[in-house]
């Protein structure tokens, strides 16, 4: 398929050729090389990337491998109907359609953005299908796939460009507005909080800075944090704070936030990142519960672990199955000035105890290597070899001192041994063991979609050169982990119902078969099934209350409003 609309013909690239086929030139461009071994020489790769215009040699039209070979060019804002494919894939389309009806977010979106609502709404789209939020590379999802946008318009990257520069901060804090205000504050609720770092290959952003990224690729990052409701599994809101402000100073200001959406008869269920004194009589004032895990090693908890070492690990009573793991519940307070009694779960995990004893000796192992390597040289060494080392030096403390070896603690080291395999979760509400881990566990949804976020839509590191740009994908982000979270929730639970465990249902598996359902162009200008549904596909469906009946007549549908657009273009 060929543009109707003319781009110069890249002849400032190596690789460009030209081939006369039956009286029409096209333009090939060679993307590659490999070794012909009949020809003892290697031989170019090429590709048709469009036809010589006959009334401008030096312009061409351009095919969809134009698109992907150079995807910086500069093409119209709107593409042409014909610049679309004659096949196109329909069934991770309908199942996002569906979930965007379902939380009326076409409905919020449109009354936000206006005109343009349908391209966000498939900017939100390709993120979760192509795994992807560079916007170069939207007009080639946009070829082969129906479209949210007014008479499915195929736009160009530089409007994709333009649009997102378009939307505005107000547009965001809005959408999280009405979004919170659907929710019924009256029930109570545990909210997940979690953050992460992004790193920004970013131009003039004032929101970047130089911070603790947990993936340090020496750039500036930002802060990225979701609230998550864990009983409704939905991510409620979002926030974009500088790199170098740490977990701990946000906590206070997000809670805040939860109180101005209404939220008032809820618990916080926190990574330890979070925790300080100053959090947990933050949340007392306001009247939150909360969760959350410490590791048994740190010392805050390792008195409580040492205490209950020994009573609970091997007794069947305290045996939580659903985890693998013992658990055992005390109650006391958390510091010497606290009003109440918070409730220690202490837990216990061989699995666990390998690992990180493992991990432990590893450690230890390179640091007695690095040193041994060091020997008899000058070495300044930080407190983390003095933890597990006595370093003996020569001359210490003089001009000439060097350091000469590192005698290990072996009581220091045996007691960390001691304490793998535990950790501890501290709720500010009376529960049991098992109750408080099922909490806690209910943070696997929010770190999911982190993992979302970062693997699935293509945003581990954000590509943009404005202010306005960076809020605008951080927001379609959001909204695209709205809906991708609510098809793994649905997956999830129909796997639950099945005797099975079945590897097509994750997320990536389950739009990967759906994206194999595909309608194709007939002479008779309609579309039509390529083919009947699969038994993979039609299980896939069924978590979305969809079946062969329903995909057929929304391909019908789609098939009926695209000749209706390309009548109306002609």
């Known amino acids: 398929m060929y543009m109707k609309s003319t781009v110069k013909i890249p002849d400032f690239v190596k690789g460009i050729s030209r081939k006369k086929i039956k009286g029409t030139t096209y333009v090939y461009f060679a993307y590659g090389r490999e070794y012909d071994a009949d020809k003892k020489y290697t031989v170019p790769k090429n590709t048709s990337i469009g036809k010589i215009d006959d009334d401008n040699p030096d312009m061409m039209y351009p095919n969809s491998n134009y698109l992907k070979y150079f995807p910086e060019a500069v093409l119209p804002d709107e593409l042409s109907f014909a610049y679309r494919s004659d096949c196109l894939r329909i069934g991770s389309f309908i199942v996002i359609r569906k979930v965007m009806t379902e939380y009326h977010l076409d409905e919020i979106i449109g009354r936000l953005i206006g005109k343009d609502s349908g391209l966000f709404l498939d900017l939100a789209a390709y993120a979760i299908i192509c795994e992807n939020n560079a916007g170069q590379y939207y007009p080639d999802y946009a070829f082969n796939h ?58 003039e952003i004032d929101f970047v800075e130089f911070g603790h990224p947990k993936d340090d690729q020496g750039v500036p990052v930002f802060n990225f944090s979701i609230a998550y409701d864990r009983d409704n599994s939905e991510p409620l809101f979002y926030e974009e704070y500088p790199g170098s402000i740490v977990d701990v100073s946000q906590l206070q200001l997000m809670l805040e936030k939860v109180k101005g959406y209404g939220y008032r008869n809820v618990g916080f269920i926190l990574d330890r990142g979070y925790f300080s004194k100053e959090n947990i009589h933050y949340m007392d004032k306001c009247g939150y519960e909360f969760v959350i895990m410490m590791k048994g090693m740190k010392d805050l908890v390792r008195e409580i672990v040492l205490e209950c070492k020994g009573k609970f690990e091997d007794r069947r009573q305290c045996s939580i199955r659903e985890y693998k793991v013992s658990g055992l519940t005390i109650k006391k307070q958390l510091y010497p000035s606290d009003q109440d009694n918070r409730y220690f779960h202490i837990y ?50 003089q001009p000439d001192e060097k350091f000469m070896y590192g005698r290990e603690r072996y009581d220091v080291i045996d007691e960390e041994i001691s304490l793998c395999g535990y950790f ?147």
Do not use: C
């Open 348 to 397: 216990y995990s061989d699995r666990r105890k390998n690992a990180e004893r493992e991990a432990l000796e590893a450690k230890i192992d390179k640091m007695s290597l690095y040193l041994q390597e060091h020997a008899g040289k000058k070495l300044t060494l930080g407190s983390g070899f003095s933890k597990y080392f006595d370093l003996i030096y020569w001359h210490k403390g």
């Open 146 to 203: 129906p479209l949210f946008t007014d008479a499915m318009k195929v736009y160009s990257d530089s409007k994709v460009s333009d649009f997102i520069n378009g939307i505005t901060r107000d547009q965001s804090i809005a959408f999280q507005n009405e979004w919170n205000e659907r929710r019924d504050h009256r029930e109570k609720i545990y909210i997940s909080y979690d953050s992460t770092n992004k790193n920004s290959q970013a131009g």
């Open 424 to 570: 501890v979760i501290i709720t500010s509400e009376k529960m049991t063991a098992e109750e408080a881990i099922d909490l806690y566990k209910g943070r696997d949804a929010s770190e999911k979609l982190f993992r979302g976020d970062k693997s699935y839509l293509g945003n581990k590191s954000i590509r943009v050169y404005s202010n306005e740009s960076f809020h605008a994908k951080i927001f379609i982000e959001f909204v695209a982990l709205i809906i991708r979270n609510r098809i793994y929730k649905l997956l999830k639970e129909h796997m639950a119902h099945g005797k099975h465990k079945m590897n097509y249902l994750t997320v990536p598996a389950a739009i990967r078969e759906l994206e194999k359902i595909e309608i194709i162009r007939q002479p008779d200008h309609n579309y039509r099934l390529n083919y009947a549904l699969s038994a993979v596909q039609k299980d896939i469906l069924k978590a979305f209350n969809l079946t062969e009946s329903n995909i057929r007549e929304q391909a019908s549908g789609i098939s009926t409003d695209l000749q209706s657009i390309e009548e109306e273009a002609s």
